[in-house]
Structures are given as C-alpha cells and as structure tokens.
C-alpha cells in the first residue's frame, strides 16, 4: 500500500530554507554597501567602508550631504535613526573567503546554535510563559473560566474574533505588535475551540490580526518611522494611503476568518484541521476531562486577572517604555511569583507543573533559533546587499504604478530574505528613497512599497514567526498555506491598485 505524503515539520521547513540559503551564497557573490551610524559618546559619524575598514567624520548636515545620505541631521543625534545606513554609490563586491565541504557543513550545523544564542531573550520568555500556563491549568482555572466565558459567548462567538483581530491589527500599526503576540495563543486555542470553532481560527485571528497591522504600520517606529526618516521625509507624509490600506486590510481578514470560522463551526468536517480534530480537542479541551469543570473561584478568578493584567501592563512597558524582551521576561517572571503564593499547590508540585509547561512550549522555542539561523548564514555570506544592488538597478528604469509594482514586488523578495523591518529599513531606504525622485514619484511610496511587500511575504515567509505560531498550534505548514492564499492575493491586489491611486494623487 502506496504511503500517503505527510508534510514536513516546521524544523524540517526551516533546515530545507537554512540549505537553500547557504546554497546561494555559492551563487550570488558577496558585497557590501558603505555604512554612516552616528556616534553619540563622540558626537560623530562612523563610515564604515565595505572591507570593514572604519572612519569618523563630524556630526554635521555638511557631511550627510557628502555621502548622498538624504536624511536630517536631527534624526540621527535625536536617536529616530538609531542604526547605521547605507551609503548610496557605494556598493562593492568582496572577496570571499575559500569554502570547503567541510567549512559549509561547519557553517550549516553552527547557524542554527548561533540562532538560538541570539534569540536567548524571546527563548526566555516562551519558557517562562509556557511555565505560567502549566500552572494555572494545573488549578483548572483555564478550564473554569473557559466554561464561563463559552456560556456567555453563546450565539456571539464571532464578537470574539472581530475584537481580538482588531485589537492586535491595532497593536501592530502603533507599535509593531508582533513576537509579544506568541504569548496569547494558549490562552485563546481553548477559548476559540469551545465557541466550537477549531485551532486554526485561532492562528488566523491572532497571525493575521498581527500581519496586517504591521503590514499597514501608520506610526510603527520600529518600520514606518525608521524607514521614513532615513528616506528622508517625515513619517506623516502618506498616512492617509497606509490608512486606507489598515481600514480595507483588517476588514477583509476579519471577513475571511469568520468565514471559514462560521463554515467550521456548523459542519466540523469543513476545517482544514478535521484530520486532527480528535487530538486538539484531546490537548485542549479536555486535559480535565475525568474530572468535573472547576468552580470559578476568587482564587481561580484572582489568578486569570493577574494573568492578563500582566499583558496589558507588557503592552504598556513596550509602547511608552521601549521594553524589550529581558524586561518582558522579568514581568512573566514576577508574576509566575504571584501565582505561586496564589495557587494554593505545594512547592515541589508548582515548580514540577512548571517544568512541565515551559517544556509544552520548548519546540517553539527551538524554531524561533533555528529561524534566526537562517539570517545568520545570510549574513556571514554576505549577500543581503548584492540583491539590494541588483534590484535597485532594475527598477531604475521604470516610471509610474509600473515603479511602484515592480518596488512592491522587489520588497516581497527582500522581506524573504531580511525579516527584520528596521534592518531592511536601513539599508534599503538611501539606496531605493532616491529613485522615487528620479520618476517623479513621492517618496512615501516607496515606504509604502517597502512596508506592504515585507508584510505581505510575512505571512508565509518560514524566515519569519509564522512557524513559530504554528506550532503553538499544532498545525502544518501546508494547511496554514492552504487557509491564506486567497487572502494573500487579494491583498497583493489592493496593495498595487493603492500605489498607482498614490501614483496620481
């Protein structure tokens, strides 16, 4: 009997990328632009040539100028451009040096253990999160007021996606609500499958309510700010367009999940995810299932308060206070305190529920190392500005919504290839900023270009979170692909009909 194809894991998916990158580092020579970062302890510049030989010049407007950087002086000594850019002109191809067999292979196996060295912080916090979550639904307070929540949502279970998906959009075009939604989806799988909808309903609201608010940021500092005042204007110029592009982009992935949310629930049979049905529900629904439901106690009540107080207080720190993930951790970390006082279990027995929580989220965290490692062979190979060059020189050429098309495509293909927003943001404005002006089109397009491009590819790009966010839910890559390809297209669609509309505006 002929074996049925089961799709690879989401390690397996990240390893065949990790190869195929290493792979074209063999194929696309190295180089680099010339890099300008502001000193603040000196007051200086800092030029950086592409051989990596380094030079200081003065802090001033004059020498911004010299190097064809198009950026206020005020944005670098303020801290608004807080990375080096690059230097228009002054791309180079480098030397690589000779690679065995045996060096690739070295380079291969150490991505990945690099990766996960530099994703400490983020690792942390999964671990400590899923440790938080084993404990409380150890106390079977999840499972008590996930009983009372399903009751009252009855008949207006949809309310529950539309708030949620709006909320997080939100985050994600304020403040690049992105990595820090991981935390949400223990909590809301169960909630969402005993409204009788199944897990993937769960990713799509939380994965796509995060998507398009990136993809559309209005005032995100880590993309629209950062990218802006490198390209040299201000940040406000074109939010009406990016506006337009949250509204009709949030509005559409609402539409398209409670769809298929709607579908699934009256016939089960039409979920993506059936196959698995009897497992998840196994998982998340009744992991108390030889036992009564709980009473919602004060205490159970007490505890999932403290809980999501902790979130609003994470979304407060990383907006006003430019948190990060150690002090996020640090958060988690004292409120896993609180609930220890609160749980009424014994010592050994909370720090033994506690183990076994954080090790429920340890694939993930693995994944969020391993995908890390795929930037890291990129840049040890030196290639994320040669295709910068050779994408900026085809595009040269080009006038009108054919300009911004081909911009919008380009900065899909880059945002494969560098996931971080103000990283590609950095290096690609200088160089892509000025060909706006050439073809006289705004600026703000090209921003428009790079923010929506990246964000788009972000829904599927394995470089990303997505596999990340998968296997919180325990489903394949193939399914999520076969849920979100029609909403990728039709996105792709408003995307380039609202940058010709910006064309002749």
């Known amino acids: 009997m002929k074996k049925k194809f089961s799709f690879p894991s989401a390690y397996t998916v990240i390893l065949i990328v990790l190869f195929l990158v290493l792979v074209l580092t ?3 020579p190295a180089g680099k632009y010339a890099t300008l970062g502001y000193e603040a302890e000196n007051q200086e510049f800092v030029i950086t040539q592409p051989d990596g030989e380094s030079s200081k010049e003065p802090a001033t407007q004059k ?19 807080y990375k080096p850019v690059a230097i228009p002109g002054s791309y180079e191809e480098l030397q690589r040096e000779k690679r065995t067999l045996f060096s690739a292979l070295k380079e291969f196996l150490s991505a990945p253990v690099q990766g996960l060295a530099q994703s400490i912080d983020i690792i942390t916090f999964v671990l400590i999160l899923g440790g938080i ?11 008590a007021g996930m009983n009372s929540l399903s009751r009252k949502l009855q008949g207006k279970e949809k309310w529950l996606i539309i708030l949620t998906l709006t909320l997080i959009a939100i985050g994600g075009t304020t403040f690049g609500f992105a990595e820090e939604t991981i935390a949400f989806y223990p909590i809301l799988i169960p909630i969402f499958m005993a409204a009788g909808y199944d897990a993937l309903v769960a990713i799509a609201t939380i994965y796509l309510g995060s998507s398009i608010g990136t993809l559309a940021s209005t005032i995100n500092p880590f993309s629209i700010v950062i990218a802006s005042n490198t390209a040299g204007i201000n940040f406000t110029d074109g939010i009406g367009l990016r506006l337009a592009m949250l ?21 089960p049979a039409e979920s993506l995810v059936y196959d698995q049905k009897d497992e998840l529900e196994e998982k998340y629904l009744k992991s108390n299932s030889d036992e009564e439901i709980p009473v919602f106690d004060l205490r159970k009540k007490l505890m999932l308060i403290i809980f999501a107080a902790g979130f609003g207080v994470m979304v407060y720190g990383v907006k006003e206070l430019g948190w990060l993930f150690v002090e996020i951790s640090s958060l988690f970390l004292l409120i896993t305190f609180i609930i220890a006082a609160l749980s009424g279990l014994k010592e050994k027995e909370f720090v033994s529920e506690f183990v076994t929580g954080a090790s429920d989220l340890l694939g993930v965290a693995l994944i969020i190392g391993l995908a890390r490692g795929v930037t890291i062979i990129m840049e040890n190979g030196m290639i994320s500005d040669t295709l910068m060059y050779w994408l900026s020189n085809s595009v040269s050429g080009m006038h009108g919504p054919v300009f911004t098309t081909m911009m919008y495509f380009i900065y899909i293909l880059l945002g494969f290839f560098i996931p971080s927003s103000s990283g590609l943001a950095v290096l690609s404005m200088p160089i892509m900023a000025p060909l706006a002006d050439v073809v006289n089109v705004d600026r703000a397009l090209v921003i428009d270009a790079y923010n929506w491009g990246q964000g788009i590819i972000s829904y599927v790009a394995p470089t990303g979170l997505v596999l990340a966010s998968l296997e ?7 399914k999520w692909l076969k849920f979100v390809w029609k909403l990728m297209v039709a996105t792709i669609i408003v995307s380039i009909v609202l940058l010709a509309i910006g064309v002749f505006l």
Do not use: C, Q
């Open 63 to 81: 020498t911004l100028d010299k190097y064809k950087v198009n950026t206020n002086l005020e944005k670098f000594t303020n801290g608004d451009v």
């Open 26 to 28: 063999y194929f696309i």
């Open 472 to 478: 919180m839910v325990d489903v394949t890559f193939d």
């Open 247 to 267: 509204i009709i982009g949030t509005i559409m992935s609402i539409w398209y999940t409670v769809r298929y949310a709607e579908r699934v629930r009256k016939n």
């Open 133 to 143: 979550i084993g404990v409380i639904n150890k106390t079977g307070a999840f499972n």
